[in-house]
């Protein structure tokens, strides 16, 4: 919830920065305060000098969209990583296809492709 409130924010001082009127973030103890006045759309909610110049909604929109996007892909990336590495798919103790190949040979692996993988590899009947 933080790093979404903060994303409000600096979506909001991304649109005054394109606007040229220059960076504007409020104190750390207004984050809150003004977050439900941001996000009806007032620019200028939660600061404590009011810009002359106020983007438009349309601009506010965009970039605060767009810093939320982009905090949340970032935020998701190791949560990804980490699911796939520790989460309840990965299998303890199974050894990675670099480590199998260097372990048994890639000539072994081949050979007992039907043990391994026995949904993948059926065995032929001669």
Same mark, same amino acid.
């Given at each position: ?38 996000? *009806?759309?007032?620019? *200028? ?39 796939? %590495? ?9 050894? *990675?296809? *670099? ?8 000539? %072994? ?12 590899? &059926?065995?032929? &009947?001669?």
């Amino acid at each position: 919830m933080l790093m979404l409130a903060v994303g409000a924010h600096l979506g909001r001082g991304v649109a005054f920065l394109v606007g040229g009127v220059g960076w504007v973030f409020p104190d750390m103890g207004d984050l809150f305060i003004g977050l439900p006045g941001v996000l *009806s759309g007032d620019p *200028s909610a939660g600061l404590d000098h009011v810009p002359a110049y106020e983007p438009a909604v349309w601009v506010l929109w965009t970039s605060i969209t767009s810093i939320e996007l982009a905090m949340v892909l970032v935020a998701a990336a190791p949560a990804r990583a980490g699911w796939r %590495r520790w989460g309840p798919g990965r299998l303890p103790g199974t050894a *990675s296809r *670099s480590e199998a190949a260097s372990l048994l040979g890639v000539q %072994r692996l081949r050979r007992s492709a039907p043990v391994i993988r026995p949904d993948l590899y &059926r065995w032929q &009947r001669r």
